[in-house]
């Protein structure tokens, strides 16, 4: 039988056939080659081989955390110590900044939808948070929690603007502190579709998705810190800003850089439906549709309906207008996630309207 064709990219020594992803329910049959295909194919190996220098160029290599090895772990994988029931689990999240309240909020609702049974609970700035949007944040069911912020190291050298708050992901391993044995943490831009209590079974100290680009990487090793799952011990969230300082990890990508080292050996990859990156979708739309009936969770990574230009705070009225424009980006290719996020916002504010018109009026 003729071999499954596929194009295979290349990153860090592994393969990928995501770039032509065909689900194997839907593999298609092939014939004998014909006596033209075969003659065009002796032509393009003729260019080919005219063409030599270009073919032994060097391949692009990206670095991984495998390729710079760092030792910076050493607490094990399998976690055995606690013996957990429902109320000891929780789902986190985070509001840094007064322009993600209306995604907190949706995002709560978006869970009381598939009826989780953990705690919902949001990390926020006391500093910078004001009454009104943490009002807003927790109408949909999360219990908030201050934190101090954690700097970025190096005085956030090579990083992004957008992502030097982010350092304070690493205070989820503290949180231990409030009775949590196990959680679930989600960027305040992802919406949940589908239940997924089940991951809180798992034995292993930390689970992530795999992440994906949209250059010539494709589909990586290495994993998307926008849902995580963790054991929150406050030995490992010691132990990791012990190290913070001096663990060598691309700054662009900011603390996902620094825990993709520091779980460089360790961290069980979790299916690509716990974490519907959007990116998924513009990379192999083939693989996203096939995927699409099992999405717990949906990823607004490439396009925000509820932020306006430089993260701009908006208004209802106007949060409305960026939804509707959200829809029709990029020619309309991520219009239905958009208005599935909208929906499930004006949901939101039906079901919680009295307590968000006493957020919006201060009392």
């Not at 009936?293 to 949906?298: A, F, M, Q, T």
Request: one cysteine or more; charged letters at 20%; proline letters at 7%.
């Amino acid at each position: 039988m003729p071999p499954f064709p596929s194009e295979m990219s290349y990153f860090n020594g592994y393969f990928s056939r995501h770039d032509q992803y065909l689900p194997l329910h839907k593999r298609p049959t092939f014939s004998r080659p014909s006596l033209l295909t075969l003659t065009l194919g002796l032509l393009v190996a003729i260019f080919a081989v005219a063409n030599m220098v270009s073919l032994f160029r060097p391949v692009q290599s990206w670095p991984s955390p495998f390729d710079d090895y760092q030792a910076l772990n050493t607490f094990p994988i399998i976690n055995q110590s606690s013996n957990t029931s429902l109320q000891n689990h929780a789902i986190v999240t985070t509001l840094y900044s007064d322009s993600y309240a209306a995604a907190v909020a949706t995002l709560g609702h978006s869970l009381r939808k598939a009826n989780t049974n953990a705690r919902l609970v949001v990390l926020y700035f006391p500093d910078r948070i004001s009454p009104a949007a943490l009002c807003v944040a927790t109408s949909s069911g999360f219990e908030s929690h201050p934190i101090s912020r954690i700097p970025p190291p190096h005085n956030s050298a090579g990083m992004d603007p957008h992502f030097i708050d982010q350092f304070t992901k690493l205070a989820l391993w503290s949180l231990d502190s409030l009775s949590i044995d196990s959680l679930i943490y989600m960027d305040a831009d992802t919406l949940v579709l589908r239940n997924f209590d089940e991951i809180f079974s798992l034995p292993f100290s930390f689970a992530a998705v795999p992440d994906v680009f949209l250059d010539d990487r494709g589909f990586v090793i290495t994993f998307n810190a926008g849902v995580l799952f963790l054991k929150p011990d406050t030995e490992i969230f010691h132990a990791m800003i012990d190290v913070l300082p001096v663990a060598r990890f691309p700054p662009e990508y900011a603390e996902q850089a620094f825990l993709n080292q520091f779980f460089a050996p360790s961290a069980v990859r979790l299916p690509y439906v716990y974490n519907g990156n959007l990116a998924y979708k513009k990379r192999a739309p083939k693989l996203w549709e096939d995927i699409r009936g099992e999405l717990r969770v949906i990823h607004y990574t490439i396009e925000k309906p509820f932020l306006g230009s430089h993260f701009k705070l908006l208004d209802w009225e106007t949060l409305d207008e960026r939804i509707a424009e959200a829809a029709t980006s990029d020619g309309g290719f991520f219009r239905d996630e958009m208005e599935l996020w909208g929906k499930t916002w004006q949901e939101a504010r039906m079901e919680y309207a009295e307590k968000l018109d006493r957020c919006r009026r201060g009392r």
